[in-house]
């Protein structure tokens, strides 16, 4: 076949790349190369068509590094003001997260320092936050709100979480978590909270196209199913997707509900049954686990890891980065601790935040693997198999990151 000189616009070679696909699809010797941002050839060198130097703008030899796709952090809630250091100590010394929501800790504490930020001061801080997970190799991060808990904060989160897709090169997917906790305006009447978050705050935010997604809290400390019920119905009439904090204190049947809606994920899973396990593998659902809440909370309580296999249901892993439960931005580290808390192998954990983060942001089609036509998003790391980066735990050795074809500066 005639090549034209230059044909691409960059082509990494000398690489071991996990593609991702069927497992970690490890191509060693390989090279990929992008056009306009997109992956526009992948293979074994040998079967490079020309020499390197005369088919791309821009050649990058990795000496034998491993090439993977970007990572997506697919469960956040990154944009918040203030820190809850104090309730740590709390956690410490015995008390329950729940019962620290109860005496007006909790959700509630974040929500105040949230609501009297200004929008630029938290534009600062949250960036901060999400410049340190790119340095981990996380090309795509999904961001809930849900610390305003009225319009006006929801949506002054929701803006800041565009502007950090605006500013750094990262996709982000944000979502609505009116339904996070009930405001102390609204103490005793969630009912009418409800009515609010469907009739009015869903509506304004999918009008201004502020959120690609709803989620609820779904737990005896949030909302119950029937509230629940309603705002899924709210989320499908605004043609918003559906995603459900479920089961992580206590089986409350979310999974199940979600399910039915055809949520795009349920979250936390750890006191999952098999009936909701079932349910899941009904749907086109992925099972977010987010190992570091588990750990910060010194849970007992494991999530159906085998049932969940067993089902076939596919596993995404999150930082579910929050000042109450998960204070982390490291993906890498919840690579890590999904291994060894929730005994998945480190290619389960690869999958969790590449192929299964995707379809749980409902981008499977354009991230998370490698293959022609893909967006060019990937992490190149300093290791020469991808299991040394899960192994790693407390260094993240990333070695460049490439965001739509073009490297990131990360200077
Ligand atoms: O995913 N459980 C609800 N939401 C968060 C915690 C929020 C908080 O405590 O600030 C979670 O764990
Ligand atoms: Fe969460």
């Given at each position: 076949?005639?090549?034209?000189?230059?044909?691409?616009?960059?082509?990494?070679?000398?690489?071991?790349?996990?593609?991702?696909?069927?497992?970690?699809?490890?191509?060693?010797?390989?090279?990929?190369?992008?056009?306009?941002?997109?992956?526009?050839?992948?293979?074994?060198?040998?079967?490079?068509?020309?020499?390197?130097?005369?088919?791309?703008?821009?050649?990058?030899?990795?000496?034998?590094?491993?090439?993977?796709?970007?990572?997506?952090?697919?469960?956040?809630?990154?944009?918040?003001?203030?820190?809850?250091?104090?309730?740590?100590?709390?956690?410490?010394?015995?008390?329950?997260?729940?019962?620290?929501?109860?005496?007006?800790?909790?959700?509630?504490?974040?929500?105040?320092?949230?609501?009297?930020?200004?929008?630029?001061?938290?534009?600062?801080?949250?960036?901060?936050?999400?410049?340190?997970?790119?340095?981990?190799?996380?090309?795509?991060?999904?961001?809930?709100?849900?610390?305003?808990?009225?319009?006006?904060?929801?949506?002054?989160?929701?803006?800041?979480?565009?502007?950090?897709?605006?500013?750094?090169?990262?996709?982000?997917?944000?979502?609505?978590?009116?339904?996070?906790?009930?405001?102390?305006?609204?103490?005793?009447?969630?009912?009418?909270?409800?009515?609010?978050?469907?009739?009015?705050?869903i509506p304004?935010i999918a009008a201004?196209?502020?959120?690609?997604?709803?989620?609820?809290?779904?737990?005896?400390?949030?909302?119950?199913?029937?509230?629940?019920?309603?705002?899924?119905?709210?989320?499908?009439?605004h043609g918003l997707?559906?995603?459900?904090?479920?089961?992580?204190?206590?089986?409350?049947?979310?999974?199940?509900?979600?399910?039915?809606?055809?949520?795009?994920?349920?979250?936390?899973?750890?006191?999952?049954?098999?009936?909701?396990?079932?349910?899941?593998?009904?749907?086109?659902?992925?099972?977010?686990?987010?190992?570091?809440?588990?750990?910060?909370?010194?849970?007992?309580?494991?999530?159906?890891?085998?049932?969940?296999?067993?089902?076939?249901?596919?596993?995404?892993?999150?930082?579910?980065?929050?000042?109450?439960?998960?204070?982390?931005?490291?993906?890498?580290?919840?690579?890590?601790?999904?291994?060894?808390?929730?005994?998945?192998?480190?290619?389960?954990?690869?999958?969790?935040?590449?192929?299964?983060?995707?379809?749980?942001?409902?981008?499977?089609?354009?991230?998370?693997?490698?293959?022609?036509?893909?967006?060019?998003?990937?992490?190149?790391?300093?290791?020469?198999?991808?299991?040394?980066?899960?192994?790693?735990?407390?260094?993240?050795?990333?070695?460049?990151?490439?965001?739509?074809?073009?490297?990131?500066?990360?200077?």
């Amino acid at each position: 076949m005639q090549m034209n000189a230059n044909q691409w616009d960059s082509l990494w070679i000398n690489a071991c790349i996990a593609t991702m696909q069927a497992g970690y699809g490890l191509l060693p010797n390989a090279a990929i190369a992008c056009q306009n941002g997109q992956i526009a050839w992948l293979g074994p060198m040998i079967e490079l068509p020309a020499s390197p130097s005369t088919l791309a703008k821009n050649v990058y030899d990795l000496a034998g590094k491993c090439l993977t796709p970007g990572l997506i952090d697919c469960h956040t809630h990154l944009v918040y003001a203030g820190n809850r250091a104090n309730e740590f100590e709390l956690l410490l010394q015995g008390q329950t997260y729940a019962a620290i929501a109860k005496s007006g800790g909790g959700i509630q504490a974040t929500v105040s320092a949230t609501r009297s930020i200004s929008e630029q001061d938290l534009f600062t801080v949250s960036l901060a936050r999400a410049q340190t997970m790119l340095a981990q190799g996380v090309t795509t991060i999904e961001i809930k709100s849900g610390y305003g808990l009225n319009l006006e904060t929801e949506l002054k989160i929701l803006r800041v979480a565009k502007r950090i897709g605006e500013v750094l090169p990262v996709t982000i997917k944000s979502t609505f978590l009116g339904a996070h906790s009930l405001p102390v305006e609204y103490k005793n009447d969630a009912e009418s909270y409800i009515d609010k978050v469907c009739n009015e705050m869903i509506p304004a935010i999918a009008a201004a196209g502020l959120a690609q997604a709803v989620d609820v809290f779904c737990e005896k400390i949030g909302f119950n199913l029937a509230q629940a019920k309603r705002v899924f119905q709210a989320a499908k009439a605004h043609g918003l997707s559906i995603k459900c904090h479920a089961e992580q204190l206590s089986d409350m049947g979310a999974s199940m509900l979600a399910s039915q809606y055809q949520a795009c994920s349920v979250d936390h899973l750890e006191f999952l049954s098999e009936p909701g396990v079932k349910a899941i593998a009904q749907s086109n659902t992925v099972a977010v686990l987010l190992p570091g809440a588990y750990y910060f909370l010194q849970e007992k309580q494991l999530p159906p890891l085998a049932l969940l296999q067993e089902y076939g249901v596919p596993i995404a892993i999150a930082t579910d980065c929050n000042p109450g439960t998960s204070p982390t931005t490291s993906l890498v580290l919840m690579m890590n601790m999904a291994c060894t808390l929730f005994k998945m192998t480190p290619e389960q954990a690869w999958a969790g935040v590449t192929t299964h983060a995707a379809q749980a942001l409902g981008l499977a089609q354009t991230h998370g693997a490698l293959a022609l036509g893909m967006q060019a998003d990937f992490a190149i790391w300093d290791v020469a198999h991808p299991r040394d980066v899960v192994y790693q735990f407390g260094a993240a050795p990333l070695y460049s990151l490439v965001k739509h074809g073009k490297v990131v500066d990360m200077s």
